[in-house]
C-alpha cells in the first residue's frame, strides 16, 4: 500500500480532508513511493490557531526549560540519524554521506538554539538620568512559518524553527511537497523530546497552503527559501500584510581561478562544489571564471579527467559521489538547459545527457555537464540551472573577473582560489556576494554565524540563523524604570539630560 503523507498538528499527525493530493518518487528508481495530501485552507487554518493557542504558555517558559527540550531534540536526532538520512536518500537521491551531511548541518542549529538563555539576554544601564534605570528585552512574535525547498529537507527546516521555538515562539511549516517525509519524522522526534502539543505543526501542500499562511491574520513571521521568484512574491505578499519576512532565494555562485594556484586542488574541489548533490545545492559554484587562456585550458582539461571517474549512482550505493536529480521534470529542465547552451554556442566538454545507470533506467540520473567558452549574454550564465552543470568563462585579468560577478543578478556566495593573500583580500572586500570562500568552494556559514546572500537572492533584512536569526524570531523592547523615593512633580518639557 502507498504510504500517505499528512499534515502534522498537535502534536500528532492529522488526516486530511483534502481532495487535492501529489506523488513523491524515489529519484533513483522513478517508482511511486507516497501521495502527499495538500493541505486546505481550512487546515492552515487549524494549524495556525493550534500554533496560536499553544504560544502563550509556550512564550511563558523560561528559557532554559525550552532549551532543554531542544538538548533533548539534538540526542535523538544523532540516535536516529542514519533512519534520517535514509528518508533524505529515499526522496531527494542526494547521496547517503552527503545526507547525514546535511543532517549534521541542521542539528549544529540546534546546537545553537540550546544557547537560548545566553542569546535572549539583553542590555542594562543603571542609573541613565535621576535614578532612572534602563533595559532592553527581546521577546518573541508569536506564531511564525516557515516554508522550504526541495535540495535540503532537513537542513533547511532547521535553519529555521529551531531559533524560533528557542525564542518563545510556536511554528507551523510548509514543507516541499517533493520530500516531505523528512520533516515529519522531525515532528515527531520533537514530540519524543517533550515539546508540548502545538509548538510545532506541519502543513503539506502547495501554493494553496503558502497562500493560506501568507495571508493568515494571526501569522507574525514567515521564513521562506527557495526559488527567486517565490522567494519575492512570498517578500511583497507577506510584507504588505505587515508580517516580517526573511526570504532567501536562488544562485548563481562564482568562483574566480587565478592562474598562481594549483590546479590539481582547484579541480578537486571544483567537482565536489559543482556535482556534489548534483549541482542542487544553492550554494553550488556554478560559473568558474578563470583568468587567462593557459590556465583555462589546463582547469578545462583536469576537470574533464576527474569527470569520467565521478561515480553516478544511486545515493544508497556505497562509494556513490553523485545520485540522480530530484524529479522527472527537474531532470528535463536541466537537460533542455544543457540544449540551450549547445544552440547558444558554448562549448559542452561533458555531455552527462542521456546518461544511465544499470537496473536504474527510470531514474533520474543526468551525468555531470562541463561547458567552456560560455559567454555572459547566454541564459545557461544568466539564469539558475540548479543542476550538475558547471560553465566556464574566460577573462583576461583579475579585474574583469571581479567586474563579472558584480554585475550578475544573484549574489549568494562567491569564492576565490590564489595563494596571493593581497588578491584574496581586495576579493572578500568588493565582491558582491553574501558568504565569500577564499580557497573554500562552499562557504556556508556555521550555525554562530548567519546565512543569506545579497541581491537577488534575497529579500528582507534578515539572514538566517545566527545571531541575525534570533533579531528576526524576536521584538526589541525598552524599559526605561523609575522608583521615586520623593513626590514627583509634573514635567511639561521634552526629559532631557541638563
Ligand atoms: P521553489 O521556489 O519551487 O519551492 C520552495 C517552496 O515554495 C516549496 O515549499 C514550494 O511548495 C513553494 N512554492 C513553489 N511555488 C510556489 C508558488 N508559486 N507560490 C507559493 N509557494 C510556492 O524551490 P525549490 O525548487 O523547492 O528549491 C530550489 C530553489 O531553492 C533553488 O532556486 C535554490 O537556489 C533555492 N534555495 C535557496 C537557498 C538559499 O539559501 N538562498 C537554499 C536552498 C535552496
Redesign the pocket.
Known sequence: MTKLIQNFINGKVTASKSNISGDVFNPATGEKTAEIKFATAAEVDLAVKTAANAFPKWADTSPLRRARILFKFKELLDKHSTEIAKIITAEHGKVFEDARGELTRGIEVVEFACGIPHLLKGEFSENIGGGIDSYSIRQPLGVCAG??????PAM?PMWMFPLAIACGNTFVL?????DPSTSLRLAELLQDAGLPDGVFNIVNG??VA??ALLNHPSISAISF????P?AE?IYKTGTSKHKRVQS????KNHCIVLPDVDLDQTAASLMGAAYGSAGER?MAISVAVVVGEQTADKLVQKLQDRIKKLKVAPGTEPGAEMGPLVTKQHLEKVVSYVDHGVKEGAKLVADGRGFKVKHHENGYFLGPCLFDHVQTKMRIYQE?I?GPVLCVVRVKDFDAAISLINQHRFG?GAAIFTNDGIAARYFASKIEAGMVGINVPIPVPMAFYS?G?WKD?IFGDYAIYGAEGVRFYTKLKTVTSRWPKEALKAEFMMPTMK
Not at 510548509?174 to 517533493?178: A, D, I, Q, V
Not at 527559501?225 to 527567486?228: D, L, M
Open positions: 516554508i522550504s525547498p526541495f535540495n535540503f533547511v510548509k514543507p516541499s511537497e517533493k502547495d501554493k503558502v497562500d527559501v527557495g526559488s527567486t517565490v512574491y532567501l532565494g536562488g544562485a544553492c539558475e540548479f549568494n546565512f546572500g537572492s
